[in-house]
């Protein structure tokens, strides 16, 4: 027997037992594809952002708004640090600091950030308004992307 070679026990355990993990998938939960839809809800219906959104974003941010990002509220301080002023349409697609054009992409919603920060799971940052709960509800959420996808005009 001095030609053989003696494995360890250990490493021969770590080795039977890799290939039966090899065969384990982890449980990831469902596949969230498609939470995003970039076609308007609503086509028989032109999202106004003056008389439909701007009225959400001025509420005051412990009802959901995000009156902080206009230059009507006490306390602009979205503005101030950010650099996004959400009160007309034009500053809107202006961006901030950090989003730049990218805050508002017209005609996809999906891509655009203000949308993803609205979201129940934005894939960076802290969700909008950070001052909630309450947030946008899912039919406003639906009106801001609506808005975009119609091409974000100044209506």
Same mark, same amino acid.
């Given at each position: ?5 003696? !494995? ?15 065969? =384990? ?54 503005? +101030? ?8 349409? +034009?500053? =809107? ?24 920060? !609205? ?16 947030? =946008?509800?899912?039919? +406003?959420?639906? =009106? ?12």
């Amino acid at each position: 027997m001095s030609g053989a070679r003696r !494995v360890p026990v250990p490493a021969l355990l770590v080795l039977m037992l890799s290939a039966c993990i090899a065969d =384990l998938e982890p449980e990831v939960g469902e596949l969230r594809t498609g939470i995003c839809e970039p076609e308007d809800s609503d086509p028989e219906h032109d999202v106004s952002f003056m008389e439909d959104l701007l009225p959400l974003i001025e509420r005051p941010g412990g009802e959901g708004g995000c009156s902080c990002h206009t230059p009507k509220s006490a306390r602009p301080i979205g503005i +101030e640090l950010a650099g996004l002023n959400l009160g007309s349409p +034009e500053a =809107l697609l202006r961006g901030g600091k950090m989003s730049g054009d990218q805050i508002v992409v017209p005609g996809d919603p999906c891509s655009s950030i203000i949308v993803q920060k !609205v979201s129940s799971a934005p894939p960076f940052g802290a969700r909008m308004p950070t001052s909630g709960p309450p947030y =946008l509800s899912p039919a +406003e959420r639906n =009106l801001l992307a609506d808005w975009i996808a119609e091409g974000a005009h100044d209506n």
